[in-house]
């Protein structure tokens, strides 16, 4: 969430209060959709409302996975979400219907679900205020599904935030949490049922094509040094400004490190400016689709934000076992265990020291690439991950016609 959409939030948080009846860019393993299978016993097929509030890496790979799996199991799937989403994570290709994020649209697709299931607390809000049409005894009940969080926000911008997460998590009937601080962080909000749902990070299909990590390298002028990188919007919760600021300290390095940053964001003319005016080893690589690919051909991989739940960048580090520097923040020492190096956010001098630290020894950067792998491998699967939502759903149904 940005300052700038605080007052439009505001107004809809005001109207959001839960009725009684209330109370009870990696892309998918499967680019092609499966033919769906029949619903069992005969009953009309599960129609299900994807709700997203922005287009999110982490929230919308998800949501394409799921979109995925569900409509395999013969579940109907409808997206709601930004136009730019589906353009970028061709929810349609996955076997969904897609309507854009309008009000009256997602209304209407809301009025006509079984359950709708909301990805952020954003998108939680809305699809909250669209259920609040329906007549009670028709309503579908709310699943929430909450990636991130601010849980340390302050200020204006911190009090709403807060305001946004209680009437979000007391107007769903279940509240999924991405790590158990965001379960927890549910339950602190009122959330009546908060569990556990680790999202997976979608695997390619078949035998992955052997990446060249020299040419990679060669794109991006580090072939004879070391290669360092960062991926993630170029926001101000991603603590790039305090990655900058170790940056600095590499310049003194022989060879000096390259930190690319891929991503795209509001940050980015400012971050540019300074890069330029400090000399920094640097470069801003914009939106990238190939990231994945940038990933593996880097020697560190670095998370340096203020908060994360159930990092995308960490997930996929740690699975193609190049080593990895992050903040001991959120989710993030849940999810890494001891096969990452773990730093305390804001502290640039300690970032600083674990990078070059890494980049100097080989041997325990391999080490930490085999520990990545092998934490990697004790993850959820995808299918795991829809089995578990899909439970969800069908325990609500359950709940619904009893």
Same mark, same amino acid.
């Given at each position: 969430?940005?300052?700038?959409?605080?007052?439009?939030?505001?107004?809809?948080?005001?109207?959001?209060?839960?009725?009684?009846?209330?109370?009870?860019?990696?892309?998918?393993?499967?680019?092609?959709?499966?033919?769906?299978?029949?619903?069992?016993?005969?009953?009309?097929?599960?129609?299900?409302?994807?709700?997203?509030?922005?287009?999110?890496?982490?929230?919308?790979?998800?949501?394409?996975?799921?979109?995925?799996?569900?409509?395999?199991?013969?579940?109907?799937?409808?997206?709601?979400?930004?136009?730019?989403?589906?353009?970028?994570?061709?929810?349609?290709?996955?076997?969904?219907?897609?309507?854009?994020?309008?009000?009256?649209?997602?209304?209407?697709?809301?009025?006509?679900?079984? %359950? %709708?299931?909301?990805?952020?607390?954003?998108?939680?809000?809305?699809?909250?205020?669209?259920?609040?049409?329906?007549?009670?005894?028709?309503?579908?009940?709310?699943?929430?599904?909450?990636?991130?969080?601010?849980?340390?926000?302050?200020?204006?911008?911190?009090?709403?935030?807060?305001?946004?997460?209680?009437?979000?998590?007391?107007?769903?009937?279940?509240?999924?949490?991405?790590?158990?601080?965001?379960?927890?962080?549910?339950?602190?909000?009122?959330?009546?049922?908060?569990?556990?749902?680790?999202?997976? %990070?979608?695997?390619?299909?078949?035998?992955?094509?052997?990446?060249?990590?020299?040419?990679?390298?060669?794109?991006?002028?580090?072939?004879?040094?070391?290669?360092?990188?960062?991926?993630?919007?170029?926001?101000?919760?991603?603590?790039?400004?305090?990655?900058?600021?170790?940056?600095?300290?590499?310049?003194?390095?022989?060879?000096?490190?390259?930190?690319?940053?891929?991503?795209?964001?509001?940050?980015?003319?400012?971050?540019?400016?300074?890069?330029?005016?400090?000399?920094?080893?640097?470069?801003?690589?914009?939106?990238?689709?190939?990231?994945?690919?940038?990933?593996?051909?880097?020697?560190?991989?670095?998370?340096?934000s203020r908060w994360e739940g159930r990092s995308l960048l960490a997930q996929e580090a740690l699975r193609a076992g190049v080593a990895l520097v992050a903040t001991a923040v959120g989710g993030v020492p849940e999810l890494v265990g001891d096969a990452a190096v773990l730093v305390p956010y804001g502290?640039?001098?300690?970032?600083?020291?674990?990078?070059?630290?890494?980049?100097?020894?080989?041997?325990?950067?391999?080490?930490?690439?085999?520990?990545?792998?092998?934490?990697?491998?004790?993850?959820?699967?995808?299918?795991?991950?829809?089995?578990?939502?899909?439970?969800?759903?069908?325990?609500?149904?359950?709940?619904?016609?009893?």
């Amino acid at each position: 969430m940005v300052p700038e959409r605080a007052c439009g939030l505001a107004s809809l948080a005001t109207s959001l209060t839960p009725s009684p009846s209330q109370e009870l860019r990696p892309v998918s393993s499967s680019p092609v959709p499966v033919p769906a299978q029949s619903p069992p016993y005969g009953r009309p097929p599960l129609r299900t409302v994807q709700v997203l509030g922005g287009a999110g890496a982490g929230s919308s790979t998800h949501v394409r996975s799921l979109t995925n799996g569900l409509a395999a199991r013969g579940v109907r799937v409808t997206v709601c979400a930004p136009a730019e989403a589906e353009g970028e994570y061709d929810f349609t290709g996955a076997g969904a219907s897609f309507a854009p994020d309008a009000v009256s649209t997602l209304r209407a697709a809301c009025a006509g679900a079984d %359950v %709708v299931h909301a990805h952020g607390v954003r998108a939680g809000m809305r699809a909250a205020l669209a259920l609040r049409g329906s007549g009670p005894g028709r309503r579908a009940p709310l699943v929430v599904t909450w990636h991130g969080g601010a849980p340390d926000a302050e200020g204006a911008l911190g009090r709403l935030t807060r305001l946004l997460e209680r009437r979000v998590a007391r107007a769903a009937a279940v509240v999924l949490g991405a790590s158990t601080e965001l379960v927890d962080l549910a339950r602190m909000r009122g959330a009546r049922d908060a569990r556990l749902a680790p999202v997976a %990070v979608p695997v390619p299909a078949g035998p992955e094509a052997a990446a060249d990590p020299g040419k990679a390298r060669a794109e991006l002028g580090a072939v004879e040094r070391p290669l360092v990188i960062a991926v993630g919007s170029l926001v101000p919760r991603r603590g790039y400004f305090v990655l900058l600021d170790a940056a600095r300290a590499w310049r003194v390095l022989d060879p000096v490190p390259l930190l690319v940053i891929a991503g795209e964001g509001p940050l980015r003319a400012e971050l540019a400016r300074r890069i330029e005016a400090e000399g920094l080893p640097v470069r801003l690589l914009g939106r990238r689709r190939d990231a994945a690919e940038l990933l593996a051909a880097a020697d560190v991989a670095v998370l340096p934000s203020r908060w994360e739940g159930r990092s995308l960048l960490a997930q996929e580090a740690l699975r193609a076992g190049v080593a990895l520097v992050a903040t001991a923040v959120g989710g993030v020492p849940e999810l890494v265990g001891d096969a990452a190096v773990l730093v305390p956010y804001g502290d640039h001098g300690a970032l600083s020291a674990a990078v070059a630290g890494l980049l100097g020894d080989p041997a325990r950067r391999a080490a930490l690439g085999a520990a990545g792998r092998s934490r990697a491998a004790t993850w959820p699967s995808e299918d795991d991950t829809v089995a578990q939502v899909l439970s969800v759903y069908d325990e609500l149904m359950a709940r619904r016609r009893s």
